[in-house]
């Protein structure tokens, strides 16, 4: 009667757990199903929304979407215009009278992708609605919504009762194989029981040890090796663990190892799935939008980025993909960063087997790029008017002398003069240009020295004393009992000091009067040249020592200058650790002071 | 020879206000000057002149401002501008081309081929 019992509870316990195998079986089936239908929804959806519906001829429209309806569990296709009208209609019996109103209020007006369920009565199904919003020029267009039908499962198909029935085979066997596994094991003892039992029935009292013994060293040597099999099992098996949380261990450090790379660039990255979810997304998009992290993840990007131009950008690029050309475009953010300006690229990314999987956004600052772009424009513009000025007075006067307009060879000489001043006029707006290019660049190399300051007055002065007696100007020289040395590229402070002393003779009137000081100051040693001309007005200051500046004064403008002058000076002497002043008065005249740090000289020194 | 038409040559460049001067002389035309469009204008408003030559960028009021105002002006009295400029870019270009009687020569110039415009203008030989 024993063996039986066990077999019925086998019996029953293969029952039971089949009936749960098949139902949990049911279940998986089900739930692939569901995940399949909702894959070809939203791939089906998406596909329809790149094309432009809205602009397709009624006929040609539903004859193109006629098309799609053999589509296997496709219950009805509906698209909306804008206003909500439902514009076409692909639905076999009443089926729309059946599909609740929310669904269809939750669809016109999603934003993205929108997947949602419900259960129809007549037929019992359940129903997956997909849909999306159809785009054009960046504006939505109208809705495109299909309903997809889940298949009915049956509990009992051919394949999962074959299924069935094998594992129910494989129980039994192994049942059966571990029932003569246990019986083959247990012999060896049994043997011994019966060895022992006969034994004992011989000699009761005193056993035969030996037998004993003989029987017992083969089995403890069986067991030992078996154990011992056990053991390095038993090793192996932990190695292989130890292997894997430490590949488990490198994985997440490399992931987070990349989070933290995303969040060290300077540039905003964004993340997206082929939905427009948003991934994952760097530090630096955060802070631009002062959001946190979980504020945005899983989030859609126009829930992200309302009406901004990127969404148009994107949707834009998803229907351009592969077009090639101009992957970027630069825009504003009205809502978080007025006034800089962003660079958008959006690259697809794809898994192994080339499917799209998501796109990368990234943002770059170009603010300053553009600036900088522009004040290069703007400068180079400048330097062509500038250097044309003096080419349109040497042709246009060469062209008069040779076409013989000027008869008397007193304006014929005047008109040579004024082209050779002209060309020299030219050839020191080139000449500046070079030092201001050079300076720019970082290739001016500055020969430093130790440089006495009565070498400045010397070399300085000479320069201007032509001009200076011809405008009957006098320089007035005040400096030190004892020059003072420093170290400084003497050729390149003297033409710094000689286009502040220029500019003092050119601009001011005849008969006026020119300071020259030199004297130490707080361990800096101080240029000052202060002269009687024209003075400059208080909104000018600030501008003068900007390249080409040239002052509005009609007195100063109508003299020759290149405005490049004192943007020179002040770009040596900040060369030299100094720095360039200016204290002026329109009508009064003006004040500049060069201050060159001893510093250096002191160090060299010691 | 004396030609009766009046030109006024508007230039912040003494050198150029000046050559245009004598190579006009030297054909006959009466000749007046100015240093920037202000003073231009008033020249234009009081000795309506039958031509005028400027330049765009200038101290006071630019060539561009004075040609705009002159386009309006010139519905009682028409007078040919040449515009003259250093630096043309489309912009400038568009807005020259869409005034009337208006031409465009970029500097630097020839002064005979300024001549040659003026006196095609006027039906001079």
């Known amino acids: 009667m024993k063996l039986p019992k066990i077999t019925l509870a086998i019996i029953i316990l293969c029952i039971v757990s089949m009936i749960l195998l098949s139902r949990y079986l049911v279940k998986q089936e089900e739930r692939k199903i569901i995940s399949a239908v909702q894959e070809k929804g939203i791939n089906l959806v998406n596909l329809l929304s790149l094309y432009p519906l809205m602009d397709y001829k009624p006929d040609k429209r539903t004859l193109f979407l006629q098309s799609l309806t053999s589509y296997q569990g496709l219950l009805y296709l509906l698209v909306h215009d804008k206003s909500g009208t439902v514009v076409v209609n692909l639905t076999p019996g009443d089926i729309l009278k059946s599909i609740p109103p929310e669904i269809q209020t939750n669809s016109i007006y999603a934003s993205g992708v929108i997947s949602q369920n419900f259960t129809l009565k007549n037929p019992q199904a359940t129903v997956y609605e997909f849909a999306k919003p159809i785009f054009k020029n960046g504006q939505k267009d109208g809705t495109i919504r299909l309903g997809l039908k889940i298949p009915a499962i049956s509990a009992f198909s051919l394949e999962r009762m074959s299924f069935l029935a094998m594992v129910a085979f494989f129980i039994l066997s192994a049942v059966l194989l571990v029932y003569y596994g246990i019986t083959l094991a247990i012999k060896p003892l049994r043997m011994r029981q019966q060895v022992i039992f006969q034994a004992?029935?011989?000699?009761?009292?005193?056993?035969?040890?030996?037998a004993k013994g003989d029987n017992l060293i083969p089995m403890i040597e069986e067991l030992e090796s078996s154990l011992g099999f056990m053991h390095t099992k038993l090793?192996?098996?932990?190695?292989?663990?130890?292997?894997?949380?430490?590949k488990?261990?490198?994985?997440?450090?490399?992931?987070?190892?990349f989070i933290r790379i995303l969040d060290a660039i300077n540039l905003g990255i964004i993340i997206t799935d082929m939905h427009n979810n948003i991934r994952n997304i760097n530090e630096y998009t955060l802070k631009l939008l002062s959001r946190k992290r979980e504020d945005v993840v899983d989030h859609p990007l126009e829930e992200v980025f309302p009406q901004e131009e990127i969404i148009s950008f994107v949707m834009q690029q998803e229907t351009l993909e592969h077009q090639g050309n101009m992957?970027?475009?630069?825009v504003s953010f009205k809502s978080f960063a007025p006034n800089d300006v962003f660079r958008i690229t959006l690259t697809q990314f794809a898994g192994a087997e080339g499917t799209p999987l998501g796109k990368v956004i990234t943002l770059r600052n170009v603010t300053t790029v553009k600036m900088v772009q522009k004040a290069q424009q703007e400068f180079i513009a400048h330097v062509a008017h500038e250097l044309r000025t003096p080419l349109t007075n040497i042709k246009s006067y060469s062209e008069m002398l040779m076409d013989q307009e000027v008869e008397s060879v007193e304006m014929q000489k005047e008109f040579y003069n004024t082209i050779n001043q002209e060309t020299a006029r030219l050839s020191d707006l080139i000449q500046n240009l070079m030092k201001l290019a050079s300076m720019e660049m970082g290739g001016l190399t500055i020969n430093k020295g130790l440089l006495r300051t009565d070498w400045l007055v010397a070399g300085t002065l000479a320069a201007v004393e032509a001009s200076a007696r011809d405008k009957h100007i006098t320089i007035e020289k005040s400096l030190p009992d004892v020059f003072i040395s420093i170290m400084a590229d003497k050729e390149l402070l003297i033409s710094a000091i000689i286009n502040v002393l220029g500019n003092a003779v050119k601009y001011t009137p005849e008969g006026g009067?020119?300071?020259?000081?030199?004297?130490?100051?707080?361990?800096?040693?101080?240029i000052e040249i202060t002269d009687t001309g024209y003075g400059l007005a208080p909104e000018e200051i600030p501008h003068i020592f900007e390249k080409f500046y040239r002052s509005r004064n009609p007195k100063v403008a109508q003299q020759a200058g290149s405005g490049l002058g004192l943007s020179i000076a002040q770009e040596i002497v900040q060369l030299h650790g100094g720095d360039i002043e200016v204290q002026s008065k329109l009508g009064e005249g003006s004040r500049f002071t060069i201050k060159i740090p001893r510093e250096d000289y002191l160090l060299g020194n010691q | 020879m004396e030609i009766n038409k009046k030109i006024l040559v508007i230039d912040d460049e003494v050198h150029v206000r000046r050559v245009i001067e004598i190579k006009l002389k030297n054909k006959g035309y009466e000749v007046v000057t100015a240093a920037n469009g202000l003073e231009g204008l008033e020249i234009i408003k009081a000795q309506k002149p039958d031509a005028v030559i400027t330049d765009i960028n200038m101290p006071g009021m630019d060539g561009e401002a004075l040609c705009r105002l002159t386009d309006v002006l010139k519905i009682e009295r028409p007078f040919l501008t040449i515009v003259m400029t250093a630096r043309i870019s489309p912009e400038e270009r568009n807005w020259i081309s869409k005034l009337k009687d208006t031409q465009f020569m970029e500097k630097p110039f020839s002064p005979s081929k300024l001549l040659d415009a003026i006196n095609k203008y006027f039906g001079v030989e």
Do not use: C, W
């Not at chain 1, 098996?237 to 949380?245: C, Q």
């Not at chain 1, 992957?327 to 630069?330: G, K, T």
């Open chain 1, 327 to 330: 992957n970027y475009r630069d």
């Open chain 1, 235 to 246: 090793n192996e098996m932990r190695l292989t663990n130890i292997e894997l949380y430490s």
């Open chain 1, 248 to 257: 488990v261990g490198v994985m997440s450090f490399e992931k987070n190892q």
């Open chain 1, 513 to 526: 009067k020119i300071t020259f000081a030199i004297f130490e100051q707080d361990n800096n040693v101080v």
């Open chain 1, 200 to 210: 004992e029935e011989k000699n009761p009292p005193a056993g035969k040890k030996p």
